[in-house]
Nanobody, 129 residues
Framework: QVQLVESGGGLVQAGDSLRLSCAAS????????VGWFRQPAGKEREFVAV????????DYPDSVKGRFTISRDNTKNTVYLQMNSLKPEDTAVYYC??????????????????????WGRGTQVTVSS
């Protein structure tokens, strides 16, 4: 079992940066692939950054590539999302997710929200123009 708690959201202006954090409970956090997803009001949830269990493989959609960076610190059981050059279209509730990943697939990442079994409650990010 893993419990996830996001923090770091807020109201910023276009061009600003934010760093989201996701604190995970449990001693085996290093056995999980992780991801950040977002859901704008009235729209479907979409992935913005995913990271393999090993931490060595990441993926981003074109909409955030070059602006967002996912990272993890297994010693602190924490996943981060560094967001730079924010745009109004980045406004959404941001969720952290985790999926148990066996060592045989430790380099795999997962883009689909349905593949994740553990979710945080989300943190609001609002970017004004």
């Amino acid at each position: 079992q893993v419990q996830l708690v996001e923090s770091g959201g807020g109201l910023v202006q276009a061009g600003d940066s934010l760093r989201l954090s996701c604190a995970a409970s449990g001693r085996t956090f290093s056995s999980y692939a992780v991801g950040w997803f977002r859901q704008p009001a009235g729209k479907e949830r979409e992935f913005v950054a995913v990271n393999s269990r090993s931490g060595g493989n990441t993926d981003y959609p074109d909409s955030v590539k070059g602006r967002f960076t996912i990272s993890r610190d297994n010693t602190k059981n924490t996943v981060y999302l560094q967001m730079n050059s924010l745009k109004p279209e980045d406004t959404a509730v941001y969720y952290c997710a985790a999926k148990f990943s066996s060592i045989s697939v430790s380099n795999f990442y997962y883009r689909k929200a349905t593949e994740y079994g553990y979710w945080g409650r989300g943190t609001q990010v609002t970017v004004s123009s």
